[in-house]
C-alpha cells in the first residue's frame, strides 16, 4: 500500500506521517510538500529518521501528483490554514491550494479507488451565526449563555448559511466535491471537521497556531497580544492534541472511513479561553511576559467555539484524551529541546 499525505512537512501531515509509518510499518508512506509554510523544511530530518519518504511538489500540480503511480490512501492535509488568508486581496494561492489542490487529488483517487481523508475545519460553520448567539462575560471567558448547550458544543447540525472566510469556503467546497466523487466513483472517505489543533511542530504565528506561538513568547520573549472582542483574552476555543487527531485517524483507517462527516476537536473539557491559556502557559513554562491588547476583532474572527464530538465518539468509540496543561507540557519540552533549530521560526 502506498500513503500519499499531502502537506507532509507541516504540522499536521508530518505527524499524521510519521504516525501512519508507525503503525504500518511494511508500506510505502510519502509525505508530499512545496515547503510553502516557514518552519516545514524543519520535518524533513524527522521524516527521514522515521522512514517516511519525502517528496517536494504542488498540489495544484496533477503531474507532481501522477508521479507516484497507484496511490491506496489520501490524507489531504496541504492548505494555507489561516482564516485571515486572501484579506489582503492575495486570493489565489488560498483558492488554488486548498480547493483547486483537493480537486487534484480527488482525481487521483477517481484514478485508483483511493481512501480519501479530508482534514476539513469547524471554520466551515459561519462566524457570524457563531458570534450571535447569547454569551455571558464571567471573570476569564465568554461562555454560552445557555449551559446544555455551551457543554454539548456546536454539532454537524449547526445551521451553514452566511459567510465562514474565504478558507472556510474552500473547506467546504471541498467537503461537497469528496462527497460527489466518493458516490460517483465508489471510493471510502472521511471528512473530519476539525476545531482548533496544537503540538510539537507546528510552526504557529499570530494568524494560525496560537498555542505554540503563546508558549515559544514565553520562552524565548517578546511581544503577544490579546486581540479581538474587547481585547481581553475572553475568547474561548477548545483544543485538541495532535496525538489525539493521530489516534482517530489510525482508528478511521483500521475500522473503514464510514463516508460521512465528523466534528472532531477537543470538547467542553478542553475549553480555555487566551487569558486562561496564558496563566496554564505561565504555569507550565515559570515564566511570564507582558500582553498587549487590541480591543477591534479580525475579520473573520470567531468569539467561541466548542466541539460536539459526540457522533465521532459513537462512531469510532474515539474521545480526546490529553489535557490542555499535558498539551502545553508537550509543547514546551519540544521547545526547550530544539531551541536552536525553533528560535529563528518561533521568536
Ligand atoms: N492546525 C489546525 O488547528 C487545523 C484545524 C482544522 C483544520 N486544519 C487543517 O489541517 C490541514 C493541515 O494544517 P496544518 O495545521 O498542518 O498547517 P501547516 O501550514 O502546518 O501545513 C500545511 C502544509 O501544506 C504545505 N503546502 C501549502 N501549500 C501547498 C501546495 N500548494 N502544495 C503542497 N504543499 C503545500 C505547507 O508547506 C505546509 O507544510 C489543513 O488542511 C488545515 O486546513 C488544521
Known sequence: MTFLVTGGAGFVGSNLAIRLKSRYPKERVIAFDNLKRRGSELS???????????????????SDLNQFGEVSTILDCAAEPSVQAGLDGATQYLVDTNLLGTINLLELAKKYRSRFVLLSSSRIYPFKVINNLKYKETETRYEMADPIIGKNG??????LT?????????????????TEYASMFSFEYVI????????????????????????????????????????????????????????????QLDSGLSNDL????????????LLEVTKMVEEVTGRSINIGSIPE????????????NSKVTNRFGW??????IELITDVKDWIVNNQNLLKPVLS
Open 44 to 62: 524533513l530530518s524527522r521524516l527521514k529518521q522515521n522512514s517516511v519518504e519525502f517528496v517536494h511538489g504542488d498540489v495544484r500540480s496533477i
Open 154 to 159: 456546536i454539532s454537524e447540525e449547526f445551521p
Open 162 to 178: 452566511g459567510e465562514r472566510s474565504l478558507y472556510g469556503a474552500t473547506k467546504l467546497g471541498s467537503e461537497l466535491l469528496l
Open 192 to 251: 473530519n471537521r476539525c476545531g482548533v489543533i496544537a503540538g510539537p511542530w507546528q510552526m504557529g504565528k499570530v494568524d494560525q497556531g496560537f498555542l505554540v506561538l503563546w508558549v515559544a513568547k514565553h520562552i524565548f520573549g517578546g511581544n503577544l497580544n490579546y486581540t479581538g472582542f474587547g481585547g481581553r483574552g475572553k475568547q474561548t476555543r477548545d483544543l485538541m492534541h495532535i496525538d489525539d487527531l493521530a489516534d482517530l485517524i489510525v482508528t
Open 262 to 273: 465528523y466534528n472532531v476537536g477537543g470538547g467542553y473539557e478542553r475549553l480555555v479561553s
Open 297 to 308: 476583532t479580525h475579520p473573520n474572527d470567531c468569539i467561541y467555539y466548542n466541539t460536539n
Open 319 to 324: 474521545k480526546p484524551k490529553r489535557t490542555v
